[in-house]
């Protein structure tokens, strides 16, 4: 009888962890499941002479070319809205198709080589587009005649594939799904490190060592928070940079907010009195919590990176984040900072239980 | 103000009736000059720049471990029972400033003599310096404040303020490069708004908290 009170009262959850289970659980499954939009992976050849009839070998990726080979048209495109179209398209499976085009020996601008960006489009399947799909040398005999097999409109009634799908990005592919792991870590730690800046203030004014408890709990949790989001980072910058670190400044910078809050933890193990151990704890957190601001905010603002919204690279409010994208990344957001809060929670109590015995 | 000074005095008494402190420091600046000159056997203007910033974080870090260390700790009590916590603190700050600004220009001179000096514009670099030495006493000064209360406090000195000093550093670097004319940026005020920005906070930051910290 005893026993299944207690069960039965542990049960009851406040109504944000069931929220915060509920909204993770649609991310992991939203942001695992969703399919990305069709792209180009590859193009073969990628470099050609001007003046000639060129067949390129393309591969799609998530692509159904089969699916209505009429509906399909391609198009290279040089800047703007200059563009060649292509003369024949043949798809031999969903994944491969080949285009043939007729470069013109001149061109509308005059470069040392020409990169020209290959756009799709498919009736049901929607547009992809490679950028610098192929480079072209000028040709050793031009023909002014051939100028007006430019195009110079838009390319119009491009499609939009019907359904829920994620953008494809060049180089990204499939690690934009990242967005919904990466980015929610870091901004869960930095509320976990603020949520214990203000619990150290409180220990501050008031000296009651139940809150160096509970901003201990929370710097705990958010180093977990900032070491998963460094590893997925990392995992990212492999599949993208081609380097797990490169030393960049946003690397550097979260790297170095860690080394504080390790610092924080170690010096707390080698004093033993624990009201001196609460004072300089309380005393160190907050000065280490005013100096994150500058580190994470506004000095990788001022130097070139490679992140994604840094240096011109989108981010936020980017291309690369559209609204499809955004109804999984702000859950995801929200999701991830309530299981921190949840967990430092649980820290905090299994430590003050651990302190009575 | 008087009180402060006199505990500065004290402080340089102290320090100077060991003969071994301060050349201690000299010797420490040239050794360590030494080996990074030996590993580099030259000096470009934008290694200089970098060397003369990481030999002086470290010889600053030395100087400044014993800040709290060389009174007993009768001694502090007695200050405490005499003092504000903000007089001694000062009086530290002020005491590790002198030490800094001294390091600063026995490094210049090492390296002046040893590879030359690349510095062009020779007034942004001093100023370059003050201010680090100023943000770093500050900030130095509190940590070990809060490192000599533990057991490892050497050790830890190191840890708690090497990653804390790096926003100071970045700054200090790049205006560095502008004062060698390593760098094409022409404009170096947005880092030296931004260096005495990080500055100030660190002065507010350790003003508020240093009493609180102490007392013990």
């Known amino acids: 009888m005893m026993q299944e009170s207690t069960t039965n009262s542990s049960f009851r959850l406040a109504a944000w962890k069931w929220a915060a289970m509920i909204i993770l659980i649609f991310v992991f499954i939203a942001g695992w499941i969703v399919p990305l939009k069709p792209g180009i992976i590859k193009v073969t050849p990628d470099r050609a002479v001007a003046g000639e009839m060129i067949v390129v070998d393309v591969v799609g990726y998530n692509s159904f070319y089969l699916t209505d080979t009429t509906k399909l048209r391609a198009w290279l495109r040089l800047a703007g ?277 | 103000m008087n009180r402060i000074l006199n505990l500065v005095a004290t402080e340089a008494r102290i320090e100077l009736r060991e003969r071994s402190a301060l050349s201690g420091i000299v010797l420490y600046v040239l050794s360590s000059a030494f080996i990074v000159f030996s590993i580099w056997k030259q000096l470009p203007p934008k290694e200089w720049g970098l060397t003369f910033w990481v030999i002086f974080l470290f010889c600053s870090l030395m100087a400044v471990l014993k800040t709290f260390g060389r009174e007993s700790e009768g001694r502090y009590f007695y200050y405490y029972t005499l003092y504000h916590p903000l007089e001694l603190f000062a009086a530290k700050v002020i005491y590790n400033l002198l030490l800094l600004v001294f390091i600063f220009f026995v490094l210049w001179f090492v390296l002046f003599v040893m590879a030359g000096n690349p510095i062009l514009r020779i007034g942004w670099f001093f100023v370059t310096g003050l201010m680090s030495a100023i943000g770093l006493s500050f900030l130095l000064t509190l940590i070990t404040s809060i490192a000599i209360k533990t057991q490892q406090n050497a050790s830890l000195t190191a840890v708690m303020a090497l990653p804390l000093m790096i926003p100071l550093l970045i700054n200090i670097l790049r205006l560095t490069a502008y004062a060698s004319g390593t760098t094409p940026d022409e404009n170096p005020w947005n880092e030296m708004m931004l260096l005495s920005s990080i500055i100030s906070l660190v002065i507010g930051m350790s003003l508020w908290l240093f009493p609180y910290l102490w007392r013990s």
């Not at chain 1, 919904?180 to 203000?198: D, T």
């Open chain 1, 81 to 357: 809205d200059t563009v060649i179209q292509a003369h024949h398209i043949q798809a031999w499976d969903d994944r491969n198709l080949a285009a043939s085009f007729y470069i013109p020996s001149v061109f509308p601008v005059r470069q040392e080589a020409y990169p020209l960006t290959l756009v799709l489009d498919h009736g049901s399947e929607g547009t992809s587009i490679l950028p610098n799909a192929i480079f072209i040398t000028p040709a050793s005999e031009q023909d002014t005649a051939e100028m007006k097999l430019w195009f110079r409109d838009k390319i119009e009634h491009v499609h939009e594939k019907a359904g829920i799908q994620y953008p494809f990005r060049n180089i990204l592919s499939e690690t934009i799904r990242n967005t919904y792991f990466h980015v929610p870590m870091w901004f869960c730690m930095i509320i976990l490190f603020g949520v214990s800046a203000w619990y150290s203030l409180q220990y501050y004014r008031n000296g009651d060592i139940d809150f160096d408890r509970r901003s201990v709990a929370f710097i705990k949790v958010g180093l977990v928070f900032g070491v998963l989001g460094m590893v997925t980072g990392m995992l990212w910058a492999k599949n993208t940079w081609n380097a797990y670190w490169s030393w960049d400044v946003k690397q550097n910078m979260s790297a170095i907010s860690l080394l504080i809050y390790a610092a924080l933890m170690v010096m707390r193990s080698s004093v033993e009195d624990e009201m001196q151990k609460a004072r300089l704890t309380a005393g160190y957190n907050m000065f280490a919590f005013v100096l994150l601001i500058p580190l994470l905010f506004i000095i990788p603002r001022m130097t070139d990176s490679l992140h994604p919204g840094n240096g011109g690279n989108p981010a936020l409010g980017g291309e690369d984040l559209d609204n499809t994208m955004r109804m999984v990344f702000y859950p995801a957001v929200i999701g991830f900072i309530l299981l921190g809060l949840w967990i430092s929670q649980l820290v905090y109590r299994t430590d003050k239980l651990k302190g009575n015995l």
